[in-house]
């Protein structure tokens, strides 16, 4: 739900990785919107050097975005926080810093880049699971064999250039092509819940920098509702339907009842969604949430070109490079990238 640049990844001095989410959401608002709108966040300050620490962070913030900043970090007074989020906890409350990014809608987004692609002459299959790859006489890829899964008819695909962007997914494509293939995905799971607007009843988000797991724990405005997250819990086993963990749950509602002032609790929750991140294994990382979320571009021997890793936010950019490398592999001609300037349908 936020097309940011990341706050969380400049705290772990990967300057590149913001640089380039923060040029990129300022092209999705100017392309998108209709679905990306600004949103402003508050780091609640409790402790008498968050204020400065955190404030001289989100300068720095501003600074890497340039011109295409979403508006000026700022620091507020205590009752400035509590006029835009009075549901936070007033005990040792002693004021915030206000910083600026985006939000979008993820569903539409989605449903809208389908119908652009399909505008600029791309043939869209959904449901259609990969059975096994198909190669040419050289043993290089050349197309695929598919299952439309609705009407259970196969269906043989040529093409020049085999891309596997298949997110949590792409090592089992990766051994349709070399069976012995070593893993590339240390899955990372991440939950949310969904709280009734009474916890966040005005329209600015709430972001907490340092969480004991590590990562950064955001609770947003959300179509009516609070919208509180998220996780980094590895697992070993990459479900079509993940499911939450206890843990997680008591974990979001543990630190989103220290910053506020109702503590939520089990019956609250209306809703809870998970997700996967497919995060490239590392071998000195000591959890998935120190794992870098640039993406990773691997190219097989027999042509197979796998995209992994990433996030919303520099999905452009990231299908800019992917395209630039697959021209190459099919031997197309050098052309312009169009997205920049492509407006979403």
């Keep these: 739900k936020l097309v940011h640049g990341g706050v969380r990844y400049l705290q772990q001095g990967n300057v590149p990785l913001v640089m380039e989410a923060l040029k990129e959401r300022g092209l999705l608002l100017r392309n998108a919107p209709h679905l990306v709108h600004d949103l402003e966040f508050v780091v609640p300050n409790y402790l008498w050097w968050e204020a400065p620490f955190y404030g001289v962070g989100l300068k720095v913030y501003d600074m890497l975005a340039g011109k295409y900043g979403f508006g000026a970090s700022q620091l507020l007074s205590r009752e400035e926080v509590l006029r835009r989020i009075p549901t936070l906890e007033q005990n040792g409350l002693r004021g915030g810093v206000k910083y600026h990014d985006g939000q979008f809608d993820d569903c539409r987004l989605l449903i809208n880049l389908a119908q652009t692609a399909t505008s600029q002459g791309a043939c869209l299959l959904n449901q259609a699971r990969v059975l096994s790859l198909v190669r040419n006489g050289e043993d290089f890829i050349s197309g695929l064999i598919a299952r439309d899964e609705e009407s259970g008819r196969e269906l043989a695909i040529g093409a020049r250039c085999v891309i596997n962007a298949t997110g949590p997914f792409c090592d089992a494509v990766r051994q349709m092509d070399e069976p012995n293939a070593r893993p590339l995905i240390s899955p990372s799971q991440g939950v949310h819940i969904v709280l009734p607007k009474e916890f966040l009843p005005g329209t600015t988000a709430i972001m907490v920098p340092h969480t004991r797991d590590g990562r950064v724990m955001f609770a947003i405005p959300w179509r009516g509702h609070a919208l509180v997250g998220t996780t980094d ?95 190459i592999l099919g031997c197309l001609p050098e052309r312009q990238c169009v997205t920049r300037d492509l407006a979403i349908h």
């Design 233 to 327: 819990t590895p697992i070993s086993d990459i479900p079509l339907e993940p499911t939450p963990l206890e843990h997680e749950v008591d974990f979001i509602l543990e630190t989103a009842g220290g910053y506020l002032a109702k503590h939520p609790s089990r019956s609250d929750i209306l809703s809870v969604f998970t997700g996967i991140r497919p995060l490239v294994k590392s071998g000195d990382a000591e959890s998935t949430a120190a794992l870098s979320r640039d993406h990773t571009i691997q190219i097989s021997k027999s042509g197979l070109l796998t995209i992994t890793v990433g996030k919303w936010t520099t999905y452009r950019r990231m299908a800019e490079e992917c395209i630039d490398h697959a021209a």
